[in-house]
């Protein structure tokens, strides 16, 4: 009896450790049938038995791809069955991936973020009338809702509408206008209500916490 013990240091290499070393002892199995309707009974069995850890996506066309490539990774690219997806290949899962691109533009007032950037490229593709004007303005109460969580302190409208003019390319024009951006007070009012009704829980519960606590 004992010297039928297997030791982890002695088993084979598992390929994809998550499934255990059972799946792998199937897949072996698979690809020891020498019949290839056999196989492909057997192959679809596994496919069963591997959708069981996630019963939620078993039946999802892309999980179901997914299933199929790691079974053969599983085998080593050994194992030959009808495969519903195309079968995957060795040198597909050594390809190294491409580089990943990060973007290398540094705008010049990086406190307002390349959504703003964005925002203002869609307003200047729009046609002039209402929904243009709401839009910029609403842009122009961002950025100063922006400046305002990076400044901490107060901000003149002027100071925002010359960097709308800088960021559009002199396209929105807003410097010698009459228009009127929110109150400071009004951009952070959410901020500092959520700020102090999490003070406010916090000092209840402690104060509930102690209320019933013997004093000697």
């Known amino acids: 009896m004992i010297d039928n013990l297997e030791y982890n240091t002695e088993r084979p290499h598992l390929i994809i450790p998550e499934y255990g070393r059972h799946i792998q002892k199937m897949v072996d199995y698979a690809i020891s049938k020498e019949d290839r309707e056999e196989r492909n009974k057997v192959a679809k069995s596994i496919i069963s038995v591997m959708g069981n850890l996630n019963p939620h996506l078993r039946d999802v066309p892309d999980f179901q791809h997914k299933l199929w490539d790691q079974l053969f990774i599983i085998s080593d690219f050994k194992l030959d069955v009808d495969s ?83 960021l559009s390319e002199g396209k929105i024009n807003l410097k010698n206008s009459d228009e009127d951006l929110s109150k400071p007070h009004d951009l952070l009012k959410n901020k500092k209500r959520f700020s102090t009704s999490n003070t406010n829980t916090s000092s209840k519960k402690n104060y509930k916490g102690n209320r019933n606590r013997k004093r000697y």
Not at 90 to 109: I, T
Not at 116 to 123: F, N, P
Not at 130 to 155: Q, R, S
Request: proline share 7%.
């Open 84 to 166: 519903p997806f195309d079968k995957p290949s060795r040198e597909e899962l050594m390809e190294r991936p491409q580089p990943l691109e990060y973007p290398q533009n540094h705008p010049k007032y990086r406190f307002y973020g390349n959504n703003i950037k964005r925002m203002i490229d869609v307003a200047n593709s729009w046609e002039e009338g209402d929904k243009k004007e709401g839009l910029i303005l609403t842009i122009a109460n961002h950025m100063k809702k922006c400046f305002l969580n990076w400044n901490k302190d107060t901000v003149e409208d002027d100071v925002i509408f010359q960097h709308l003019f800088e």
